[in-house]
């Protein structure tokens, strides 16, 4: 039972789905089973939900390190429940769009989550700075190689480019470095993409038998209870 | 607590009020409710900067902004997918009534009893709150990673690598008329026919020594441990132009957040 | 543009503060390079602060570059340009805010381009949060460039629906199915512009601008290939390099980062020169981009000049 | 061990699959129903248009009997710039019933599929061409019927591919299970990992294993998960510290089944905690920053990114290697690569984060399907030379048969429908 049921679960609905491909009468079973994962996963953001209050709740009872933090995400998370869930500050109707204009919710979308969320991801100019400078390192042929597409990219995708070698004559123009740049991301990188891309799609492949099969069996865990 | 973090605390605030009040004071008699916005843009601002205090080191700002996201964000997503996925697209397949409450379309269908079958599953994952129980929300997974499996086999297949390989089938020479044309007009622009042969050339190559980089069943040595040494090359070249073309849109991102803390919150005319 | 008509010497502000802030960062790109040659590394923290003001100083002096289209971005706007008034385009807003900067100016000028040459509009997303994304073309493109196209007749907003690829996989071939109703819930049937549509493969376009996941390669895998239907995109630069595989095949055009999207906005200049007063927020940004690359490799010069000292040093002993 | 036998049958389905193939695809050819074809003559109605002709109606091959296919010839007309129509009316009637509108179209119209038919239906159709002040219509066609079609006959070389790549998976797995030892290559990045275990629990430091920000119907989290088995098996062992938060509560359920069978399996349940494994937020950005936070303030020895990355990877990494961690990363995003490989100490690089949890168990069956990958890139690097020569060739002088041959592979590895 706590086995062998998932396992046959895990056979049977892989083995439909690769042989609905096929046959059109069931040609819409791959849809409808995309739709069942985001009913199930909406029943996963309540389990989800659970969790997180439950681990800030025992850092709260239990007065663990930066406890008062764990006040500020429960009130959040309640605050925005109230909200969304529940729509508390929507002033339209039962089927009044969750995000319209003037609601609590969009309000504290518009005003908390925007602002958190696009300033961590603002980040990454910081990083992608610091990691360029400490990564770049002629240190091997590789990493030489590295190093100067990354170089030539950064020249070409700028106005740069075209003033360090705009007097490059027509008939050598590849020389140009936006030219150049073009030129790498449509050939060597689509190579090396390409290959990844061929590598992925066979471990994909190859990942997803021993799925079915049952070969690949670790998120079921053991056989206790 | 320190001296000093008291100190900055209560600059902090200070800061916080005077920004609220001058901000609120640029905004009357422009738009309603100017109390209310002008703390909302203060509020922006202050997690824009928590955030951004990150890079010099973890601090109390830090771990107030991103305690506050955790909270929001799980409880933004929570809702969403109620609203969107249980009222949008389950409740007009399976309840008539549920659907007039929800003053959502009613959908009848021969075969919605079909989709008490996620219900049943998602049911099932909650059993994972019980100790004795837990183990029969395994179902639920099984079903998932089944329809995971099943649906990526055949669609990874046909796009990543199928597709994939017909693409390559590139000619080795372009243009031909012939070698006596060929050195005639040999040039390196990059329009030029030298220029495109080369693409093919490195796209044919590239992509099979990539493979043979890929290769598990065999030790690369000999001539295929060069094409393999080849393949990294190219992967190398691969990552170093991906990388290089990014770093444009990180500072993009930068653009937006410093944008907003100027024109939107300090008022600059840009 | 008139600074060539006052006397040499009268400078304004703006000069001032970008002569000022050049100043600043060759400076500090000079004394990192001397400190390079006594070998001493450079803290994350300084290279943080040289891109934050790289990024800052031109946001606040502006400077504009002129841009000339790139075959990819000119395939876009050509496809657009080629098709006839009255054909129906998808636009999918598969982005975040997070994401926004880079891709809402795309968002913007292709719907400014397809709306100028009477081309019908369905506007979706595929993210939630991207609704919020087309209220804002809406008030600054639509509402106040075009005030006399009217909503369900040139275009159309059908929102968000849960379901990631698995939505694009029902319009492919019905799209009432997944959207019974527009956003505002006026039902499928009466909507003008769905005329003559059923699923994607009557669109004559299909453009999804974004960055993640779900986005345009989702859009190939779930539409473009099985049903043949064109589709361009507007993506981030990130994602940008890994779509060159389904260029020309399997993706028409593609506008890759910013770059692609000032591209774009200098084209539609160029040949509708009414747009010449619009908003170009991609060329503008050009400006620290510029800088910020010029300072990322100033970096990647003076890590190799010490990494090279470093070595030489190593190797004498 | 049980279990596998039940999932033997799947070559016995397959072959059964291709039998039927074979025995019935004769047959159905023969059941496809002619196409009913009415050519027109010019009509009576037409006052001052030309009405659209050849109005031709055929099944929509291959689907479950629900659409039919309609071409016309536009209106003499219809002119891109200079023409009178406006637009086109398609009307149908069912079982002999009233015409009524199905659809309406723009002008330049040729063609349009009617879907949501059934089968068993009689259909008949007529088309009318539309000007400021006049209508035009065809003639109408002969009634047709959907058909139903249950095979998928556009997709036969996508079935012939997909059975040679599993075949050969399985052919190699049933080898290796009969005991025949393998060969595989050493992946760099999974040799290190012991020994970044092992240093984690030197330094008496954790280990954090961030199983990318996918859920469980992304392939590359159920990698991480199958990775997470064997990682979470060393640390029980080690008695090392693993702290693992998530983004997805599905992603939380299975990795705490895995670490636990691996307590289990280790022998040492009681170490097991459920805390071990918490969920953070949905949110993408939301769990980055706290990610991030628990970096700098647990500090951990060992960090693992595996799975599905998209811009959080270089925030990720590089906040780890501000920590002084080791970094062992592997994505199949190509868009992230380059950032781990920046960034961390180990990247495994798209194919190896699949073959990785195949590799670290080490079980003969996993290291066969490994074996049966490598057919599938044999396959793919004998196609591409062979129709690179033949591109070429043709390139030079257009040879018939080269086209030909070259022509039938371009068919069989650009599936369309």
Redesign the interface.
Known sequence: MKRNVPLAITFIVGAVLIFSVFIPPMENW??DF??F??IIAVFAFFLGGGNLLRVHLTKLSRRKQDWPYSIVTIMGFLLMLAAGLFRIGNPGDI?A?L?E?GSLF?TI??SVF?PL??T???LL??F???A???A????NREATIL?VA??II??G????GTIVTGWVPESFSILQIPNLA?WI??SP??AG??AI?IGIGLGVVSMSLRLILGIERTYLGGDDK | MKKTTLIIMAGVTVLFLLSWIIKALALEGMQEDYIKKAFLVTFSAFLTLSILSF??RDNPFYKFAEHLFVGVSAAFWMS??FW??IV??LIPRLSQNLSVFFKV?Y?PGDFNFRFYIPVILGLLLLMRLSRNYGWISRWSLAFIVGTTAGLNFI?YL??DFI??IS?TFVPLLVDWQGTGHFFSNLDLSASGQLVMMLANWTIFLGVMSGIIYFFFSKEHTGMFGRASRFGIWVLMI?FG??FG???????????????FL?RDWLG?N? | MTSHLMPPLALTLVDIGRILSLAVIAGGLLWLFLRAIKRKE?E??V??L???VS??AP??F?TV???KA?PIVKDVFDKIESL?P??VVLLSYDF???????VQPMADAISRHCLVRGLKIIYMCLF??G??QF?STLENVIKPEFPDKVNLVDYVNIG???????VL??II??FKKMF??D?D?VPYDSIAVF??I??C?DLDLVISIG???PGIKEW??FVG????VPIASGV???????M??YYP??MLGML????GAAEYESELVHHYPQFKNSPTPALL??G???L??????A??V???IL??LERKKGRKR | MKTIGLFRFLPALTSFSIAFFIIFSPALKAQAPDDSLSTTSPDALAVSIAPPTSLVVFDYKYDDGEALELTWVPSVDDL?VVGKVTGYELYRSDNGGEFYKI???????NNF?D??LSTGVNYVYYIVALSADARAASVKTEAIQTHREWLNFNLKYLFLIALIISASVIYFIETARRGKKLFVRKIAGLEAVDDAIGQATEMGRSILFIPGI?DMDEVQTLAAITILGRVSRVVADYDTKIHMPVSRSLVMTAARETIKASYMAAGRPDAYSDDMVHYVTDEQ?GYVAAVDAIMVREKPATIFLLGSF??ESLILAETGN?VGAIQIAGTAR??QLPFFIAACDFTLIGEELFAASAYLSGEPKQLGSLKGQDVGKALAMLVILIAVILATISEIRPLETVRYVLDFLIQVFTI??
């Open positions: 791959g849809e995309t739709l994962f985001d089927n769009s995000t204009q969009q979308y518009d925007v969320g696009s961590m991801y603002a100019a910081f992608v700075a610091s360029s400078y400490r770049f390192r002629a240190k190093l990354a170089f950064l020249l995708r700028t106005p740069l073009i991301m449509n990188n689509l993409q390409r891309m | 890079l010099y969403m997918g969107s996925t949008g697209n379309h959908i669609r046909r796009s597709k994939q693409a691969t132009a991906s073309y990014t770093v444009m849109g990180r500072i993009s991102l930068l653009v937006g957040r410093i944008t100027f600059f840009i | 450079v994350r923290r290279i943080f040289f891109i934050f990024v800052v946001i606040l502006p570059f002129q841009e790139t006839p009255g054909s975040d805010p997070a994401m926004a900067p880079e939630a949060t609704q919020g209220t968000y629906k849960a379901g990631n690829e698995g996989n029902v071939t019905d019974p109703t956003v819930g005329k003559g059923r699923s493969k960055g993640g996941k190939i895998l290939d099985p049903g043949n981030a630069a990130v994602v940008a390099p890994l060159y595989p095949a399997q890759g980062g910013i770059k940004m050009m620290p981009q510029t910020a690359h010029l300072v990322i490799m970096f990647i003076i890590g190799n990494y090279l | 891109p659809t309406e179209l723009i002008p330049g119209s599929r879907e949501d996918n950005f998209f811009a501000s190509p868009a369309k429908t």
